[in-house]
């Protein structure tokens, strides 16, 4: 079982930048790949980013690839994702997610999500 928190979602302007934090609790951290998610209102979940256990590998959408890097910090249990260049369309609800030692796009290949952290960005 792991236990995941999101925070450092708020509010932003158009071009800004916004950092979120997960942090887990529950069985060891560094056994699990991490994505980021996100979900606008009316729209269907959508994969946005990913990192192995150890941070070696990263995946990035379309969408988001060459302004949103994700990273993590085993020792402190916590992956992050670092969101420059904001756009009005990136406003969505972001959820953190765990997987066994895998790297995917595919939300069911997680098995454990935080509660989502609400990111808005003014035009």
């Known amino acids: 079982q792991v236990q995941l928190v999101e925070s450092g979602g708020g509010l932003v302007q158009a071009g800004g930048s916004l950092t979120l934090s997960c942090t887990a609790s529950?069985?060891?951290?560094?056994?699990?790949?991490m994505g980021w998610f996100r979900q606008a209102p009316g729209k269907e979940r959508e994969f946005a980013a990913t990192i192995s256990w150890n941070g070696g590998r990263t995946y990035y959408a379309d969408s988001v690839k060459g302004r949103f890097t994700t990273s993590r910090d085993n020792a402190k249990n916590t992956v992050y994702l670092q969101m420059n260049s904001l756009k009005p369309e990136d406003t969505a609800v972001y959820f953190c997610a765990a997987s066994i030692r895998t790297t995917s796009a595919a939300p069911n290949d997680y098995s454990y999500w935080g509660q989502g952290t609400q990111v808005t960005v003014s035009s």
């Open positions: 529950g069985q060891t951290f560094s056994n699990y790949a």
